[in-house]
């Protein structure tokens, strides 16, 4: 049976909303939660030995955890919080940008990348593997065809690299050094007032015609659809997909969970999650096709 993984939360919550949401996931049927800031560097309500600690908690209910990085490395001090997440020999590292990979390798730290790593042949899988990799993500613009295609190339490489796949949640699609959030309030991102805390699901950004093109989330865009593959879950446990990742958000989580849980079980979920959601769904990707399109009906 695949795993469920519940990915590094993309937005800016308070320390207790943090600890109140992951005190409800230790009860969750998922199996591994990725911790730590993966956005913005100015997102401190956590400092690194906040997230260690929770870590050890988790792992304590019986979870596996991993630490995740920061997608863009900008000054030292985003560096002195790598290399403290790879310093510790207590849990797997999830670099998500290149920095990452250099001091988990450096330090012998297994690893596994993130979804914002550009891996797209088995050429790079075998390099990193030979420095520690222990799985990887599939890029979020990557689809099924793409996919397969790298599990049966890792598998005539003899290589066992776990697949892990976003599945469930608006996608991280791209970073900047500038910061969208404090531009929208006219403010300096050096002095942005922390604004993300006022939007805990990221800043919906329309079209002229009002159709929801992108969340806006500090330094990071989203897409305006939600990523929802949960009716493609079959067809992954069959191409030899390892995890199903879910984003978190900060209501309704625990039946996101539930429904994924019953459908890798093979149940048929309780309620129609289309109808359960605010944001369009989309899975345009999973099929080559442009990412906001909704292919399946």
């Given at each position: 049976m695949m795993k469920l993984s519940l990915g590094p939360i993309l937005w800016f919550?308070?320390?207790?909303?943090?600890?109140?949401?992951?005190?409800?996931?230790?009860?969750?049927?998922?199996?591994?939660?990725?911790?730590?800031?993966?956005?913005?560097?100015?997102?401190?309500?956590?400092?690194?030995?906040?997230?260690?600690?929770?870590?050890?908690?988790?792992?304590?209910?019986?979870?596996?955890?991993?630490l995740s990085t920061l997608t863009l490395i900008e000054s030292e001090a985003d560096l002195r919080r790598l290399r403290r997440f790879c310093e510790q020999g207590d849990f797997m590292v999830e670099a998500n940008d290149q920095s990452a990979l250099q001091v988990a390798a450096r330090n012998r730290i297994p690893f596994?990348?993130?979804?914002?790593?550009?891996?797209?042949?088995?050429?790079?899988?075998?390099?990193?593997?030979?420095?520690?990799?222990?799985?990887w993500n599939l890029p979020v613009e990557l689809g099924r065809d793409t996919l397969g295609q790298l599990i049966r190339e890792l598998e005539q490489e003899?290589?066992?690299l776990p697949a892990e796949v976003f599945s469930w949640g608006f996608l991280p699609l791209a970073w900047?050094?500038?910061?969208?959030?404090?531009?929208?309030?006219?403010l300096p991102k050096d002095n942005c007032e922390f604004r993300c805390l006022e939007h805990p699901d990221g800043m919906e950004l329309r079209s002229r015609e009002n159709q929801e093109l992108f969340r806006l989330n500090g330094i990071s865009t989203l897409s305006g659809s939600r990523y929802d593959l949960?009716?493609?879950?079959?067809?992954?446990?069959?191409?030899?997909?390892?995890?199903?990742?879910?984003?978190?958000?900060?209501?309704?989580?625990?039946?996101?969970?539930?429904?994924?849980?019953?459908?890798?079980?093979?149940e048929t979920p309780d309620t129609n999650p289309l109808q359960l959601v605010e944001a369009p769904p989309c899975d345009g990707y999973w099929y080559g096709r442009p990412g906001m399109d909704q292919v399946r009906n």
């Open positions: 919550w308070s320390k207790q909303s943090v600890f109140d949401f992951y005190a409800k996931a230790a009860e969750w049927p998922v199996d591994t939660l990725y911790l730590g800031e993966v956005v913005c560097s100015r997102r401190r309500e956590l400092k690194p030995d906040d997230w260690i600690d929770l870590a050890r908690d988790l792992k304590a209910c019986g979870k596996n955890v991993v596994v990348t993130g979804p914002s790593m550009n891996i797209y042949n088995v050429a790079t899988l075998k390099i990193l593997a030979n420095q520690g990799l222990q799985g003899g290589l066992e900047s050094s500038r910061c969208f959030t404090a531009r929208h309030y006219n949960m009716r493609e879950l079959p067809e992954m446990e069959r191409m030899g997909v390892s995890t199903v990742r879910l984003s978190p958000e900060h209501q309704g989580m625990d039946d996101v969970v539930k429904r994924f849980d019953q459908v890798r079980r093979g």
